[in-house]
């Protein structure tokens, strides 16, 4: 073959593996998207990390292929190009297969449980074998090119991290552009580009490649298209999804607003021809839509707790944050607030809005309502107003936050630094008032109360809680007046609630941890007392009352199923090791990619859920930390192809990562403070910038790493990649543990401790 042959056939190699590396990265945020939104947030966390660790054991059948005799006699340079074919080719078959699986599945959280013992166990079985198998394959694929291609492995992994950076912009742009359906379509015809050109990297003939084009082209033709949508005993009218949620809208009777709310309204009383809607936001949050007409009745609206703040006086400014569909906005313009400022961070919900009511009849574009799409924390940030009147009407959600591989939260808007912001924008004698189920409204009281004493606020006589199923959580910046805490026991009378006024101690609990920016986990109940309580007693972390939040016991679990796995293939290789390297320096390859793995993941997650409240939005935040850590990544490990000496280079990268980090642990929350008034621009400027010194460090140590191995013995690089991507599931696991018990910080300095131990292994191993 000519140089030029071999040129071109080296190009189709990087380019097959830079097209399946967008495919795998984008599928990964699509499988995350519709396990949400089918299994929901505790299940679909567990799922994918399972599903993930598939690429180690990928890349660990492909270790101990390539030790059996027979392939060692037989192997030739065409079987190996014709077998990473092969695994893409099926890769590209499978991927499909698991959202057949949940295609048009009926999920409704509110009756789940009902059907539970026999609809969604099976889902989620065939979900995950279906998503573990497609990534066995990935892991096979890519495990024989770094092997078999290994003195190309800084241009090859640049190609993978580079592959995956895109991966994350493509899918996140066509989610919110296309949808998932179509989205799921693109990343198909890319892994089909992708194999084409492995298979001219195999020399196929073109016949035999025209062929399996026709076959994949068929095939995709062929096949159901994609629905995801929500049970329900309402008339689905329209399910839309972008890149964070989905969105599902039915009408509903005027009754259904109330929800868990007691009330005094006499629902027989005609209240006209009112058109009400109601979307779930990924099958589990809320918001309703009426349309609002001045000729129509809608005192039904103003007949339950939600009302008792607006009956203290006429507001002259008042802020809703999370307005969703803006049935809350109604009930404030209807109380005669003179401005209402509404806050939404998913445009998808509005858009709706804007479709499903007439322009004249749309809350949203009455005089004295103004429409700000974005994320609350930010907008108070930038804004000058002060409000008389603060309502948070449960907005936990984000609507998908999730579409991280491993989110931890929905939001900031219920930690010490947001209530500290939320009473320094209101008057004198301005409200703050929140509703949830009560459950919720416990962490949120203890929270206000440290705020209001940071703030120098006596929080007696200053707050009042409207408890029952749905509770009303008030709080005052100046003491309540006696014609107030009157007003507020005639209503919960009315409204058949419990009412309390004080400084809320008595509603404590002792181990209630704090809720702030850097653990702001607001659904968590208690701090578990010992380790074994937990996982042998299985008492729940977070509230028993709903599985959409995530439970430490079964991250404990999978924390521990994901270590034995781990163990098995670190311990089976080394009893059926034959090579003539020692198994002490084989420990200290397999801790120093093991440290790699876990160290990346948990720098990666951790600042991926920082930056949210620096970029104001989840899905900013996940394109611009991933994007920016896998890019800058990629250079790093093309930088590393002029080397010679590897493993000095190593510890200098690992003291530069470290450093960085400590210093942005350190910096991060005045930086947070300075920057969250700035232009959305010139925080993703600011944001990529930061990212860009640590990525590229980074980005070096795994080419570096496999350089050392193959001067060792070659056939180790399987094993090692394999460690690697099993090391970097247990990671994510680790992640998430350590945030919920310490919060993110101690996670990120875990991670530079694991990088630390990575260094100190790679000390051990001779370059030869």
């Given amino acids: 073959m000519s140089k030029i042959n071999k040129k071109i056939n080296g190009i189709f190699l990087y380019l097959g593996l830079l097209l399946i590396s967008i495919s795998l990265l984008g599928l990964e945020l699509l499988f995350v998207r519709v396990a949400k939104v089918s299994f929901g947030e505790s299940f679909q966390f567990i799922l994918i990390s399972l599903a993930i660790l598939g690429i180690g054991v990928g890349a660990m059948l492909v ?3 390539i030790n059996f005799k027979w392939y060692k006699k037989r192997h030739t340079k065409k079987f190996i190009i014709t077998a990473i074919f092969a695994s893409a080719l099926f890769y590209a078959i499978l991927i499909l297969t698991p959202f057949l699986v949940i295609n048009n599945l009926v999920i409704d959280f509110e009756v789940a449980r009902n059907y539970a013992t026999n609809v969604l166990p099976a889902a989620k ?77 195999a020399n196929m003939k073109i016949r035999h490649i025209a062929v399996i084009s026709l076959l994949l082209v068929l095939y995709m033709y062929f096949l159901p298209d994609i629905n995801l949508i929500c049970g329900t005993k309402h008339k689905n009218l329209f399910s839309e999804t972008n890149s964070f949620s989905q969105i599902d809208t039915y009408k509903i009777e005027p009754i259904a607003v109330l929800g868990y709310w007691e009330t005094d309204y006499d629902f027989t009383q005609s209240s006209g021809n009112i058109s009400l809607y109601r979307m779930t936001i990924d099958c589990i949050g809320r918001t309703d839509l009426v349309e609002y007409d001045k000729k129509q009745n809608l005192e039904f609206l103003l007949h339950d707790p939600r009302v008792i703040p607006y009956l203290f006086r006429n507001y002259s400014r008042v802020l809703i944050i999370g307005s969703g569909a803006g049935i809350d906005v109604v009930r ?29 009849s749309n809350i949203y574009n009455q005089e004295n309502v103004n429409l700000y799409i974005e994320e609350a924390r930010n907008f108070i940030a930038k804004s000058n107003n002060i409000y008389d009147f603060i309502y948070i009407p ?27 912001s939320y009473f320094n924008h209101l008057t004198e004698d301005g409200v703050l008032a929140i509703t949830d189920p009560q459950w919720f ?135 059926l090791n034959k090579s003539n390297i020692n198994s002490i320096s084989i420990l200290k390859l397999l801790l120093y990619f093991s440290a790699l793995g876990i160290g990346f993941i948990i720098i990666e997650l951790i600042l ?28 790093g490990s093309l930088f590393t192809e002029r080397f010679v000496s590897q493993r000095y280079n190593i510890i200098r990268a690992i003291v530069f990562i470290v450093f960085i980090i400590g210093i942005y642990i350190i910096v991060f929350k005045p930086l ?87 260094a100190f292994a790679i000390l051990g191993v001779k370059e030869l």
């Fill in 394 to 420: 449960g907005a936990k959600r984000y609507g998908g936050a999730s579409i991280a591989l491993y989110a931890f939260l929905e939001n900031y808007l219920f930690t010490e630094e947001a209530f500290e």
């Fill in 125 to 201: 079985l065939f979900f995950f074998l279906t998503t573990f198998i497609l990534y066995i394959s990935w892991g096979v694929c890519v495990s024989l090119i770094f092997s078999y291609y290994s003195k190309s492995i800084s241009l090859l992994y640049f190609s993978n991290l580079m592959g995956s950076a895109l991966g994350g912009i493509v899918a996140i742009i066509s989610m919110n552009i296309l949808g998932v359906p179509k989205t799921v379509s693109l990343i198909y015809t890319l892994t089909f580009i992708a194999v084409i050109f492995l298979a001219l990297h």
């Fill in 672 to 758: 947070i403070s300075i920057t969250l008034h700035m232009s959305l621009i010139t925080k993703i400027i600011f944001s990529t910038t930061l990212m860009a010194l640590p990525s590229f460090f980074m980005g070096m140590l795994f080419p570096l790493g496999i350089k050392i191995t193959e001067k060792l013995y070659k056939s180790l690089i399987p094993w090692m990649w394999g460690i690697n991507g099993i090391a970097s599931t247990l990671g994510g696991v680790m992640s998430m543990i350590i945030s919920l018990l310490f919060g993110f910080n101690a996670a990120l300095i875990v991670g530079l401790i694991i990088y630390g131990l990575g």
């Fill in 608 to 635: 991926m859920q920082k930056f949210v409240l620096l970029l104001g939005h989840p899905i900013y935040s996940m394109a611009v930390v991933l994007s920016s850590l896998l890019f800058f990544s990629s250079l």
């Fill in 441 to 575: 409204i416990l962490r949120y009281l203890e929270t206000g109360i440290s705020a209001m004493k940071k703030l120098g606020i006596n929080p007696k006589n200053k707050i009042a809680l409207v408890s029952g199923d749905r509770s009303l959580l008030i709080f005052k910046k100046s003491d309540f007046t006696e014609q107030e805490k009157m007003t507020i026991n005639d209503a919960a009378i009315r409204f058949k609630s419990n009412s309390n006024i004080n400084d809320g101690k008595v509603y404590l609990k002792e181990n209630y941890p704090k809720i702030t920016d850097d653990h702001p986990f607001f659904w968590i109940i208690n701090i578990p007392k010992n380790f074994r309580e937990n996982v042998i007693d299985l008492e729940e972390f977070s509230s028993p009352q709903r599985d959409n939040f995530p439970s430490l016991n079964k991250y404990y679990i999978l924390f521990l199923f994901i270590l034995l796995v781990y163990i098995i293939f670190i311990v089976a290789p080394l009893l």
């Fill in 63 to 65: 270790y101990f292929f």
């Fill in 332 to 360: 404030a313009v209807l109380m005669n607030a003179k401005i209402v400022d509404a806050v939404e961070i998913n445009p998808l919900i509005i858009k709706r809005v804007d479709k499903l009511v007439k322009s004249e």
